[in-house]
């Protein structure tokens, strides 16, 4: 009996998917954070290969989804970064910024382990 295995191309396919359902089901800023005028998540990549992802700069405004999970930058990769928790921690304390380092999860080509980095910035923007 031969069994079917999921390709990293389809795994990666079934992430999208998931992450774009869940945008679609997520409350906007405005609902879950309506005490903030936007909120700001700033990226940046770091692990030991030679070509790293761009910094990003996300602002999310009151009628965007309050969704927070990103895939992993890298398109062979599994993984993916989920800073719910983090962007609810930072809004509840009420934090002027809120930095940190998450490390990816996932499995690249061949099974190989992704150590990509993410140094993380939470700056939510009061009224």
């Not at 970064?81 to 930072?90: C, K, P, T």
């Amino acid at each position: 009996m031969k069994f079917a295995t999921v390709s990293p191309v389809a795994g990666r396919d079934a992430m999208r998917e998931r992450h774009r359902r869940g945008r679609l089901a997520a409350q906007t800023v405005r609902t879950r954070y309506p005490q903030l005028a936007s909120l700001q998540l700033a990226f940046k990549f770091s692990d030991s290969t030679e070509f790293l992802p761009s910094p990003q700069v996300t602002v999310f405004h009151p009628p965007a989804p309050a969704y927070f999970s990103f895939a992993c930058p890298y398109s062979d990769c599994s993984g993916e970064f989920n800073l719910a928790s983090l962007v609810e921690g930072a809004v509840s304390s009420r934090e002027a910024q809120a930095v940190g380092k998450l490390t990816c999860t996932g499995t690249r080509h061949r099974g190989v382990p992704c150590a990509l980095c993410l140094e993380y910035s939470i700056t939510p923007h009061w009224p």
